[in-house]
């Protein structure tokens, strides 16, 4: 059984930063792309950034804000989060291409970010 556990959500006021984590544990032969992914109320589920194949890509609403990076040694993906804006607040989600016997896209349960003053 394969899990993606986030972390590191929170309320921030405007201007802050935060740094999520997303774990992968389980029975894992290899883990390809990772990302992070984001739900605001009403709104749809949104890419915010993307590791596939060492390369980076971002929403373009984040760029130069935001910087995803991954730990191959933990199984863990992070994202860096500066100068938060209200509009970033969100649930965020993060998820895996994970290869056990077959290659699944597997997803988290989401950590909640809130940009308030």
């Known amino acids: 059984q394969v899990q993606l556990v986030e972390s590191g959500g929170g309320l921030v006021q405007p201007g802050g930063s935060l740094r999520l984590s997303c774990v992968a544990s389980g029975s894992i032969r290899s883990i390809n792309a990772m990302g992070w992914y984001r739900q605001a109320p009403g709104k749809e589920r949104e890419l915010v950034a993307q590791?596939?194949?060492?390369?980076?890509n971002y929403a373009d609403s984040v760029k130069g804000r935001f910087a995803i990076s991954r730990d191959n040694t933990k199984n863990t993906v992070y994202l860096q989060m500066n100068n938060l804006k209200p509009e970033d607040s969100a649930v965020y989600y993060c998820?895996?291409?994970?290869?056990?016997?077959?290659?699944?896209?597997?997803w988290g349960q989401g950590t909640q970010v809130t940009v308030s003053s």
């Open positions: 590791l596939v194949g060492g390369r980076t």
């Open positions: 998820n895996a291409d994970i290869t056990v016997w077959s290659t699944t896209l597997y």
